[in-house]
T-cell receptor, first 113, second 109 residues
Framework: DGGITQSPKYLFRKEGQNVTLSCEQN?????MYWYRQDPGQGLRLIYY???????QKGDIAEGYSVSREKKESFPLTVTSAQKNPTAFYLC????????????FGEGSRLTVL | EDQVTQSPEALRLQEGESSSLNCSYT??????LFWYRQDPGKGPEFLFT???AGEEKEKERLKATLTKKESFLHITAPKPEDSATYLC??????????FGTGTRLTVIP
């Protein structure tokens, strides 16, 4: 079955530690995205990539980093510079970077203690 | 400034009690409006795309409509399995999506 796989589903880390969230898709989509979801707020775009080896900052990129070495993979690193890292992180993909029809993964919930 | 507002924040319905969710928006140059369904602890699932005022889309008990200022998601004779948070997103000229905060729907048997 085609889809997006995020791992881990739950992650606990201490303050000051970098963490990397995995996102893999087998939909053959060119575009991939990382969003952050907090209670009472709409989804906010962290980074997006329209093609391999290229990515752009979204609205809240500070404290995050990404890579896109393979079409299928778009990992997100939450660095110690991110001031409020506890959140629900969602990875998505689309066949066309100009569309709003996104396929989302199941999400990763990060809790920083 | 581009903005998306969803109302109500939460809605409780009896099974079979039809109602509507609202998504009002102000964007410069609407390219599309999108509805998603999100179950607790899961990622959003795409439902509909609307591109122009007057357009309507239907899927089972859901019907989405669009005007120049807002979109409605009508739910006809809802069932408990329709309980979820419904998200609205708009795409402006810059292509980025602006998401609303969602309406949490609970359908009581």
């Amino acid at each position: 079955d085609g889809g997006i796989t995020q791992s881990p589903k739950y992650l606990f880390r201490k303050e000051g530690q970098n963490v990397t969230l995995s996102c893999e898709q087998n939909l053959n989509h060119d575009a991939m995205y990382w969003y952050r979801q907090d209670p009472g707020q709409g989804l906010r775009l962290i980074y997006y990539s329209q093609i391999v080896n290229d990515f752009q900052k979204g609205d809240i990129a500070e404290g995050y980093s990404v890579s896109r070495e393979k079409k299928e993979s778009f990992p997100l690193t939450v660095t110690s510079a991110q001031k409020n890292p506890t959140a629900f992180y969602l990875c998505a993909s689309s066949g066309d970077s100009h569309t709003g029809e996104l396929f989302f993964g199941e999400g990763s919930r990060l809790t920083v203690l | 400034e581009d903005q998306v507002t969803q109302s109500p924040e939460a809605l409780r319905l009896q099974e079979g009690e039809s109602s509507s969710l609202n998504c009002s928006y102000t964007v410069s140059g609407l390219r599309g409006l999108f509805w998603y369904r999100q179950d607790p602890g899961k990622g959003p699932e795409f439902l509909f795309t609307l591109y122009s005022a007057g357009e309507e889309k239907e899927k089972e008990r859901l019907k989405a409509t669009l005007t120049k200022k807002e979109s409605f998601l009508h739910i006809t004779a809802p069932k408990p399995e329709d309980s979820a948070t419904y998200l609205c997103a708009v795409q402006a000229r810059a292509n980025n999506l602006f998401f609303g905060t969602g309406t949490r729907l609970t359908v009581i048997p």
